[in-house]
């Protein structure tokens, strides 16, 4: 875990919030200036040691900040307000974008002086009725189709942490093979991302626990 306090970016000013919390944690706090989001991190990154001391040691979702400049602007603007790590939801809106935009999406990374500490997989449109993809029986190819090209963007920017939306319950379909569903797809993601030094996680709805069988890849 990252030592000393942690802080909070609101309204282009950090604030500190002292001790440590769970990993990956993301917090909401509604004050005076709107909305706070906060985002946690166990994960030491790589280029901690050589930020400097203007550099603040957790990372910054820019699917959730920087929401005034437009997507591939946004690791520009975590630079300029003193992140030096960032991580994206998925970033397009289909799971096999044109090389194009991967390559506008990757150069954005690299030009910003960025590090890509986390990047989730293709997980449907979250900002209407999905909650991911993975234990869908009627998506698993888009999620399956999309596994290579989260591999190769991770293999460019040297990403370590990827992360799968489970997906919400589907009426008529039995839970367990839904289950078993995703516990299938993510083995493959896992196998993917490990030949690129990354490692899967699997974002669950909140309101109820997966349960996988002992040894399934990428089980939590």
Request: glycine content about 12%; some cysteine; charged content about 20%.
């Amino acid at each position: 875990m990252i030592a000393g306090s942690f802080g909070a970016y609101a309204a282009g000013a950090a604030r500190d919030h002292g001790g440590s919390r769970p990993r990956r944690r993301l917090v909401d706090e509604a004050d005076s200036d709107g909305l706070v989001l906060i985002q946690y991190t166990e994960k030491k990154f790589q280029d901690t040691e050589n930020m400097s001391d203007h550099l603040l040691p957790y990372l910054a979702n820019c699917s959730l900040l920087f929401t005034e400049e437009p997507l591939l602007r946004r690791p520009t603007a975590a630079r300029a307000a003193g992140f030096g790590a960032v991580e994206f939801w998925w970033p397009f809106a289909a799971p096999v974008p044109s090389d194009r935009e991967v390559d506008a999406f990757t150069t954005a990374i690299e030009e910003a002086g960025v590090t890509l500490a986390g990047l989730n997989f293709f997980a449907g449109d979250l900002a209407g009725p999905d909650c991911g993809v993975l234990s869908i029986p009627g998506r698993s190819a888009e999620f399956r189709d999309n596994i290579d090209v989260v591999a190769g963007i991770g293999e460019r920017l040297g990403v370590r942490g990827f992360n799968a939306l489970y997906g919400n319950r589907v009426d008529g379909v039995d839970p367990v093979a839904q289950d078993e569903l995703a516990a299938e797809s993510i083995g493959l993601a896992a196998k993917a991302v490990a030949s690129v030094g990354g490692t899967p996680g699997i974002t669950p709805p909140e309101s109820w626990s997966v349960s996988f069988a002992p040894g399934a890849a990428g089980a939590s």
